[in-house]
């Protein structure tokens, strides 16, 4: 079957205009709260991909749905936020799982909702704050291209996880560590100029690009496959 019908969830992630470019087939859905995937899966969808999702306001997505959805031979994929958070937790059962975030939960080098929840502008549904997971991948980027140290970098991601999610921006982040006098200013200040030259990392929309263009290609190789 090459005409699939395929139900993402996304929000923050990725633009959805980027994301329509990269899958123009798919059905785009703001994030998934809990119901929402049973519902989707109703509708007989080839393929549902659960990218973002509500976490601490509502009741997220839960395991029983995705399972439910697999059991009626609906491809599950997951990557970035939600999606690779449950997609590590359901893998066993058939859930595929795309990107950086999956394998850190996968691996349980994280494990907690905390380091992939955001705030969002409830009009345009754009992240106001910054993941933990993509803060940790910054000062990995930080420390191996020397712009601090290893310990410093430590020092940051420490007060940056201690943080409450909504407060989690490199500019706070930056403001703490000056107040609380953890290193030298400078070194903050170079981070600071570093930041603002754009090297931040931002693995969640890279993961999202990533399930995207998966799923594009799955359809192209189904297509190949029928000709």
């Known amino acids: 079957m090459t005409d699939k019908s395929i139900i993402v969830f996304l929000g923050p992630s990725l633009e959805l205009q980027t994301a329509r470019s990269l899958l123009p087939s798919a059905d785009f859905r703001p ?134 999610y909504p407060d989690r921006t490199y500019e706070f982040l930056i403001e703490t560590a000056k107040e609380k006098k953890v290193f030298n200013t400078q070194k903050l200040d170079i981070f600071e100029q570093w930041i603002a030259e754009g090297n931040a990392a931002d693995i969640k929309k890279e993961d999202a690009v990533a399930v995207l263009n998966f799923i594009q290609s799955r359809i192209n190789d189904d297509a190949a496959i029928t000709k």
Do not use: W
């Open 31 to 164: 994030p998934a709260s809990r119901g929402d995937l049973e519902k989707a899966a109703a509708e007989g969808p080839d393929i549902i991909c659960l990218i973002d999702g509500v976490f601490f306001e509502q009741c997220s997505v839960g395991h029983r749905e995705i399972l439910s959805a697999l059991k009626k031979g609906i491809f599950v994929v997951g990557a970035s936020s939600m999606g690779a958070l449950r997609a590590s937790e359901t893998e066993l059962f058939g859930t595929a799982g795309i990107g950086k975030v999956f394998e850190l939960y996968k691996n349980r080098i994280i494990e907690s909702d905390d380091e992939v929840a955001v705030i969002c502008d409830p009009i345009s549904n754009a992240a106001v704050s910054e993941a933990l997971v993509n803060i940790r991948a910054t000062l990995e980027k930080a420390a191996f291209t020397s712009v601090l140290n290893s310990e410093e970098c430590a020092c940051l991601f420490n007060i940056a996880s201690e943080m409450y």
